[in-house]
């Protein structure tokens, strides 16, 4: 009897595997057909078991590699905000949709605190103070500026900034079209100025 169970099993299982749904606990439930049962534990559980240890324990592992969550020093007077003397709507827009990832005040949310997802936020961070830090925008030559700004026109034109995965946590950043047009207006009004103090220092 034995043997013939282990024989129909063995057939069963040469025969559909590809039948089988993926891997999944519920067959693991199943335990009403206990010839299912009975192939369905021959064939995954060992893997199964074994793969979600080894992501546990990589899981436990990578949480003792946390990220650098202090900002760097404040830079008093570089600040756009500051130096532009920007209107308290606008500074709000930018504050809560482009702060976080473009200037030295970063608040980081909780989901900075578990790895992988806090070395996500990190690299975003980091790559987007490279690329334009408002807290020491004053630092940028007023060419770079101007390309700055022109850079900020279109990437809030085209809706590629924020980067929408900074939605998830953070809905108060998203802008609307009348904020987009708000913000558009604001850094061609910069841009303007800016161009005119570069005509005027020739
Ligand atoms: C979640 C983080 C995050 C937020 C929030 C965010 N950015 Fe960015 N931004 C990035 C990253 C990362 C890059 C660089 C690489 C890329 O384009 O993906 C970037 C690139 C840019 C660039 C291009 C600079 C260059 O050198 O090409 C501009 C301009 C910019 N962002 C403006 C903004 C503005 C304006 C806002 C707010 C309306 C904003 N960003 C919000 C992460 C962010």
Same mark, same amino acid.
């Given at each position: 009897?034995?043997?013939?169970?282990?024989?129909?099993?063995?057939?069963?299982?040469?025969?559909?595997?590809?039948?089988?749904?993926?891997?999944?606990?519920?067959?693991?439930?199943?335990?009403?057909?206990?010839?299912?049962?009975?192939?369905?534990?021959?064939?995954?559980?060992?893997?199964?078991?074994?793969?979600?240890?080894?992501?546990?324990? =990589?899981?436990?592992?990578?949480?003792?590699?946390?990220?650098?969550?202090?900002?760097?020093?404040?830079?008093?007077?570089?600040?756009?905000?500051?130096?532009?003397?920007?209107?308290?709507?606008?500074?709000?827009? @930018?504050?809560?949709?482009?702060?976080?990832?473009?200037?030295?005040?970063?608040?980081?949310?909780?989901?900075?605190?578990? =790895?992988?997802?806090?070395?996500?936020?990190?690299?975003?961070?980091?790559?987007?103070?490279?690329?334009?830090?408002?807290?020491?925008?004053?630092?940028?030559?007023?060419?770079?500026?101007?390309?700055?700004?022109?850079?900020?026109?279109?990437?809030?034109?085209?809706?590629?900034?924020?980067?929408?995965?900074?939605?998830?946590?953070?809905?108060?950043?998203?802008?609307?079209?009348?904020?987009?047009?708000?913000?558009? @207006?604001?850094?061609?009004?910069?841009?303007?100025?800016?161009?005119?103090?570069?005509?005027?220092?020739?």
């Amino acid at each position: 009897m034995k043997d013939n169970l282990i024989n129909s099993g063995k057939t069963l299982f040469q025969k559909i595997p590809e039948a089988l749904p993926a891997p999944s606990f519920t067959i693991l439930l199943d335990t009403k057909n206990k010839l299912t049962t009975f192939i369905f534990s021959k064939y995954e559980t060992p893997s199964m078991k074994k793969i979600i240890v080894i992501i546990l324990v =990589a899981f436990i592992i990578i949480q003792f590699f946390p990220i650098d969550k202090t900002n760097p020093a404040p830079t008093p007077g570089m600040d756009f905000l500051k130096i532009k003397n920007t209107p308290e709507n606008i500074a709000h827009t @930018l504050r809560t949709s482009c702060y976080d990832c473009h200037s030295n005040e970063t608040k980081y949310p909780w989901y900075s605190s578990i =790895a992988p997802t806090s070395w996500w936020v990190k690299n975003h961070i980091d790559e987007g103070r490279k690329h334009l830090n408002f807290s020491t925008f004053a630092v940028y030559e007023p060419k770079r500026q101007l390309h700055k700004l022109e850079e900020c026109i279109e990437m809030v034109e085209k809706k590629e900034m924020p980067l929408e995965s900074y939605y998830i946590g953070h809905q108060d950043a998203k802008l609307s079209d009348e904020q987009r047009a708000d913000l558009v @207006l604001y850094f061609k009004k910069i841009k303007e100025d800016t161009e005119r103090k570069i005509m005027f220092s020739k």
